[in-house]
């Protein structure tokens, strides 16, 4: 019996042990999970960019603690980007309401000018000038609400096969009173035929608008238009001088409100190349600008037709 006795003894001894270190690994363990909670409320209270850390890292607890972390670093990014996104709304609220506040301040002055004047002749010519910026804050509002409409994702354009050689020939057209004012004729490297590219009329004539009226913007000497066909995509290259002094950031230049000179708004809100940019990838295409040596170039690459696209609807 005393040898079962000490067995028993030993037995005893050995569940007190371990009936110990069980209580004082519980007893870590819940002050590791309250060490956790307190340093997670101090982060969120005071927005702290510290991470949950521990000592002692059981699997759980470490498991716990990594994915805390993660929680902490994505909605560090997600503050970092909402920062980043306010920012760029207050710039171009600013941006925006200078924009329409200048044509609007000159149209008051031009419509008070031309109810003071009694000849005729000057009161048409205020008149004219009043119209003028009237047309200038349309576009801007247009040019507005098309950059809206194109920042949601559920927005397509209904793609047919184009000619967009022939598109882009009308649209040139178009602008032949402004191409004999700056003395210059466009120089044109055209094909006699093309193949036809999956696009939307109206959008590639807004494209064209804006990167021409971008070039008599900023430009000077003779425009250069030139199609080159790259195997499955068409690419149309412009090429022009830049005006003296004039310095072009290419990796900016299709971003929203970007301007050369942003202390000017040379009657235009910003929005043009980023509505160029947005298009061309509405058609599975892109946009790209180059500078180099005083000469600036945009190539507009478009998918040709025939080929597989997700929002492609080739006519009959």
Request: aromatic letters at 6%; glycine letters at 6%; charged letters at 25%.
């Amino acid at each position: 019996m005393r040898g079962v006795d000490r067995i028993l003894i030993v037995l005893a001894g050995l569940l007190l042990l371990l009936l110990i270190a069980q209580t004082v690994y519980l007893l870590n363990y819940r002050r590791q999970v309250g060490q956790i909670s307190s340093q997670l409320s101090f982060i969120m209270e005071h927005q702290s960019r510290k991470l949950v850390a521990t000592q002692l890292k059981p699997r759980e607890i470490g498991r716990l603690v990594r994915e805390c972390n993660n929680l902490l670093r994505r909605q560090q990014a997600m503050g970092e980007q909402f920062s980043r996104k306010n920012q760029e709304m207050n710039l171009a609220i600013t941006s925006l309401s200078h924009d329409i506040r200048t044509p609007l301040t000159s149209l008051d002055g031009y419509l008070q000018l031309a109810l003071q004047t009694e000849a005729e002749q000057e009161k048409g010519r205020y008149v004219a000038l009043a119209q003028s910026r009237i047309q200038q804050i349309i576009k801007l509002v247009e040019e507005l609400f098309l950059y809206t409409k194109l920042q949601n994702p559920e927005y397509e354009l209904e793609l047919q096969a184009v000619d967009v050689v022939e598109v882009l020939k009308r649209n040139l057209f178009t602008f032949i009173d402004d191409f004999t004012r700056s003395g210059n004729e466009p120089e044109l490297r055209l094909p006699e035929r093309s193949p036809r590219v999956m696009g939307d009329i109206h959008a590639l004539e807004r494209i064209f608008t804006n990167i021409i009226g971008n070039y008599f913007i900023h430009g000077e000497g003779p425009l250069t238009v030139e199609v080159e066909d790259r195997q499955e995509m068409l690419c149309i290259r412009f090429t022009n001088r830049l005006k003296p002094g004039s310095r072009v950031d290419t990796e900016k230049i299709f971003t929203r409100f970007y301007r050369e000179d942003p202390s000017r708004t040379r009657h235009s809100s910003g929005l043009g190349l980023s509505i160029v940019k947005a298009l061309m990838e509405k058609m599975n295409g892109d946009a790209s600008a180059n500078s180099a040596s005083g000469i600036f170039s945009i190539d507009i690459e478009f998918a040709k037709a025939g080929k597989e696209h997700p929002h492609g609807h080739p006519s009959q």
